[in-house]
């Protein structure tokens, strides 16, 4: 018997016989024996704590991260730097173990965090309301168009072709389902066609999505599409990274309906790619519409300053059927090291966060041109992602990246047929100027 199973060999026959049949074979009588597995299973023996330690510290070590490497890489997952105090604070049993704040009267603690996080997203996104978080940048972006979709009663969805693929992948899995129609709009020269857009916008469009700065890291213009969108009585979906509103004008002064991305630059690990957090943020004039959990400040019987769980468009509760949303979980913990990051930073470390981020990458850039090995592909301007073609082929370059210590960029022409030469390169506050250096270097030295 397996000592960590509590199922004994009594239990076993005692429920055997209380179901009527003599063995557990008995329970699989209607499988032709012709198609049953009769042999032991091709597994090795079982190990003890310690041999299980040191085999999975042999498969974990297969791996390179970030400690091994200097990462350029980006495109969604960002290698900024992590202040200790998260780690010390979210790996609290309170807040680590804990699952969801169903009883208000125990779980005041967890419900002030996330009023605290929902506070701060308002803040810098420019909206009114955030909720509890998504699951990551994709599914907010997903749920918003949902909302835009149930608040227009409207049956088709525009997206920029600039937007990341991955979002657009899951936007369309989602819309799917709902008979809901999807139009791509192309990009030139990196960033949203606003000329096909107007050609799009029908009275059927409930929403424009639009990310900026957008997957190849360039800052869209919105002032044009805003109108045009605005005119229609459509919404405007604006998906960004919370590091650049540290110094780039946010999408609540640009006038978004909904602004939604990722928080994993906001303290969390990359983790091999999750798990993240998405945020979701509107005005009040579409805030019941918001998928997920809502926490509101209220005030006990004595008066004190207390929390509770305002909104719950959840398929678990009353009125199912009404539910905006099917998302079961908030990312609390996720959204915890969110809220204690922006805490920490606070308005002035966000700001210097953003701003090393993009002087550096203009550096890189300027360097990467000057090398004479690789070329510009827009002229736009970006804030810390950038692209680059070369002579030689991407996954040619980041092997011998690789080999010298550098996880290098993205390759574009895997979403991207236009850009098959082309690289996007990522440089966060973490990147020293030698670091740079030596990432033009060994690409320079590629023949």
Known sequence: MNPYLPLTPDDQEYMLKTIGVNSVDDLFEDIPKEVRFNRSLNMKQGMSELEVEACMNKIAALNKNTDDLVCFLGAGAYDHYIP??????????EFYTAYTPYQPEISQGTLQAIFEYQTMMADI??????????????????????????????????????????TRKVLHTYMEGKNVKVIEIDEVDGV?????????????????????????GIIEELSELEKLVHENKSLLIVSCDPISLGILKNPGEQGADIVVGDGQALGNN????????????????????????????TTDKDGKRGFVLTLQAREQHIRREKASSNICSNQALNALTALIYLTTLGKKGIKEVAYQSMQKSHYAFDEMIKSGKCRKV?????????????????????????????LGGYYLGKDYPLYKKS?????????????????????????
């Open 125 to 166: 996104t420019g909206m009114d309301v955030a909720n509890a978080s998504m699951y990551d940048g994709a599914t907010a972006c997903a749920e918003a168009a949902q909302m835009a979709i149930d608040s227009t009663r409207r049956k088709s969805i525009i997206v920029s072709k600039a937007i990341h693929p991955e």
């Open 270 to 297: 990359l983790n091999y790619g999750g798990p993240y957090l998405g945020f979701l943020a509107t005005t009040t004039k579409y805030f019941r519409k918001i998928p997920g959990r809502l926490v509101g400040e």
């Open 378 to 406: 827009f002229n736009k301007p970006f804030f810390k992602e950038f692209v680059v073609s070369t002579d030689n082929s991407v996954e040619e370059v980041n092997k011998i990246l690789l080999k010298n210590g550098i």
């Open 423 to 447: 690289m996007l390169i990522c440089v966060t506050e973490k990147r020293t100027k030698g670091e740079i250096d030596n990432l033009v270097n060994v690409v320079g030295g590629v023949k």
């Open 84 to 93: 200790s105090i998260i780690k010390h604070i979210v790996s609290r049993s």
């Open 192 to 216: 949203t066609d606003a000329e096909k857009v107007k050609a799009e916008l029908t009275k059927d469009v409930a929403a424009v999505i639009i990310q900026t700065p957008n997957f190849f």
